[in-house]
Every structure is written in C-alpha cells, then in structure tokens.
C-alpha cells in the first residue's frame, strides 16, 4: 500500500488517495510499469518532473512529486518538500527497514575509502561478524557481488543491499561514503 511506503514522511495528497496498492517503488521513468508509484526526482542534469506525462502513460498509479503537476484524476500525486529524501524513507519502507537490522559503518574521506572498506570488514569477518560491504565496486555480501554505478548508490539501491545482506545473514555492513553521498543525507 503507498501509505505503508509514505509512513516515516512528511507529505500532502494533492489528488487521489494514499490507500491503494502498488506494484513497485520506481524513480527511474524508463523502468516504470502499471501500478508503481513513481517518485520524481529532481537532480543537477535532468528533472524526473519533466517525465510524468510519460509515466502515467506507462500506468504509474501514483506520483510523489516536489513541484506542482497536472496528470490525470486517476492518478495518486502526493506532494513532499525534497523527493530524494523521500524516496530514501520510501526504499527503507519498500524493503521492510532492512537498516534497522544492521550494523553500519560508514568510511569516508578523500582517498582510501576502498582500501578501507575492505580492511574494517576484514577485522569483523575474522571474529565472526558477518559483514557485507558497500562500495566502488558494487554491494558485497558473502560470495555475491552486484554491481552499483555509483561509490554511493541511490538510496533504492542502498535498501535494496541491505535487505538481501539480512537475508543472507549479515550482520553489519562496511560502507564507503562519497562527499556526494553525504550531501543528500538525511
């Protein structure tokens, strides 16, 4: 139900209704499908706002959005002060709070994150902590590897991880944090 994802956000239903089920969390308009909620985030180069038009053509059922936007009446669009820091709150609902099961550790700095990273987990897989790692070269939890483009992944991603390292048993998490990253925290 989009209300369960929107619980932990602050935000105003601007038309339809927040209790109706949706099919997948998704800020990526080309990868959207009937019955997701689209969240329109608005970066430095491009502006997901510009694209609602497109997604609700594709069947989005619901919209968050930070600008104004006219769509259709059959159309959820609930109104927030910053989408990125909702979709971040929205992924952790999404995924069942899978943080909240961890142990996080971030690293950050200019040079020396990878190397880090890795030597932290290290210490923690050799008196049994089960940890899993998030960085340059993607999310690492026991044998499995999946590749991010980003040092640090979009917040989806980043819950995303998270809840397949709980499922597989992890117990903490080893994180490099870009300066970039750092910038959207909330």
Do not use: W
């Not at 930070?66 to 109104?79: A, C, I, R, W, Y």
């Not at 089960?130 to 590897?145: F, R």
């Not at 499922?167 to 970039?180: F, H, K, L, N, P």
């Amino acid at each position: 139900m989009l209300g369960r994802l929107l619980e932990r956000t602050e935000y105003k239903v601007i038309q339809g209704d927040t209790n109706i089920a949706i099919n997948k969390l998704c800020y990526d308009s080309r990868k959207v499908e009937k019955g997701d909620v689209f969240v329109c985030i608005k970066g430095a180069g491009f502006n997901a706002h510009d694209f609602v038009d497109d997604v609700v053509e594709k069947g989005a059922a619901a919209l968050i959005v930070q600008e104004d936007v006219e769509v259709s009446s059959d159309v959820t669009v609930v109104k927030v002060e910053n989408t990125r820091k909702a979709l971040a709150c929205m992924s952790a609902a999404y995924f069942d709070y899978p943080a909240e099961q961890l142990t996080t550790i971030g690293i950050t700095g200019t040079k020396g994150k990878t190397t880090t990273t890795y030597m932290v987990k290290s210490v923690l897989d050799s008196v049994g902590i089960k940890t899993g790692l998030i960085g340059t070269i993607g999310a690492v939890y026991g044998d499995e590897i999946i590749k991010t483009a980003n040092t640090t992944p979009e917040s989806y991603i980043i819950q995303e991880a998270f809840r397949k390292m709980v499922d597989a048993g992890i117990q903490c998490v080893v994180m490099e944090v870009s300066s970039q990253g750092l910038s959207y925290a909330i």
